[in-house]
């Protein structure tokens, strides 16, 4: 069970140490263009913004954890978990992004 859960549990865990990785680059070293690319983005506030994102990601971190931990009970569980929790990010996400985000992206067509 040990060997055949760590396997199973590679995934979540990795994914865990990339989104702490951003989380960090944001909420540290106030670093938007890890996650927005080197377009320049403009921000109706930028300080807010990567306040919220790196909280953000961290969640998404926590929930990857969780997934793992979850994994060594129940698969079936820690898919619906992960998969509740993704989208209970992506809604918190487009609030964000809305709020403080790309002033670009807000432009009418």
């Known amino acids: 069970m040990g060997e055949s859960y760590l396997s199973s549990a590679m ?3 990795m994914m865990t140490l990339v989104l702490g990785y951003y989380a960090a680059r944001l909420l540290i070293f106030h670093d938007t263009e890890s996650i927005t690319g080197k377009n320049g983005a403009k921000f109706k506030d930028k300080e807010k913004y990567v306040t919220e994102s790196g909280k953000l990601i961290l969640f998404m971190a926590a929930g990857s954890f969780i997934m793992a931990i979850i994994m060594y009970f129940n698969a079936y569980v820690a898919v619906t978990q992960i998969a509740v929790w993704f989208l209970i990010f992506g809604i918190l996400w487009k609030r964000m992004n809305d709020k403080y985000g790309d002033t ?4 009418k067509k």
């Open 11 to 13: 995934i979540p865990l």
């Open 104 to 107: 670009k992206s807000h432009k």
